[in-house]
């Protein structure tokens, strides 16, 4: 049995932090579920141009009060989506974006859709939007 090391990153990990996030999808909004859960898929790319790292993620939210939420950012056609990564975050009273750094890159292959979809903790009738930027890096920015 193996135990992983407290505050271990992987070398892959490592190399991406020091790769300048200047490259971002534009804002999308993704409204969130009823109930805790997930909303409908919000379109953040249609293909991607070449092979990336998705190295974390701005988010900010229309709800008016403070919350946990979560996002999954899934792969492939519409309506078949593959679920690559669930991400939770703190959601600040209507507040600027908050930036989640990933624990570790998430690869992408050229040409793939990405999409995101949302969700917040308390359980309300109301359905809140959050404006989701995903940040990327090259592949070949990071070998």
Do not use: C, W
Not at 84 to 104: C, D, G, H, M, N
Request: no cysteine; hydrophobic share 45%.
């Amino acid at each position: 049995m193996s135990v992983g090391r407290i505050g271990y990153q992987s070398p892959l990990a490592v190399a991406v932090q020091g790769v300048q996030v200047d490259r971002y999808y534009p804002v999308v909004t993704a409204a969130e579920g009823a109930s805790q859960a997930y909303g409908a898929y919000a379109q953040v790319v249609a293909s991607t141009a070449a092979n990336i790292y998705l190295i974390g993620m701005a988010v900010g939210s229309t709800e008016p009060r403070n919350s946990m939420g979560y996002a999954a950012i899934g792969t492939g056609g519409a309506g078949a989506e593959t679920v690559i990564a669930e991400v939770a975050y703190y959601l600040l009273s209507e507040s600027a974006a908050q930036y989640v750094r990933f624990t570790a890159p998430i690869p992408v292959a050229s040409g793939t859709r990405v999409a995101v979809k949302v969700t917040s903790t308390p359980s309300s009738v109301t359905v809140y939007d959050h404006k989701v930027a995903l940040h990327y890096a090259h592949q070949t920015a990071v070998a």
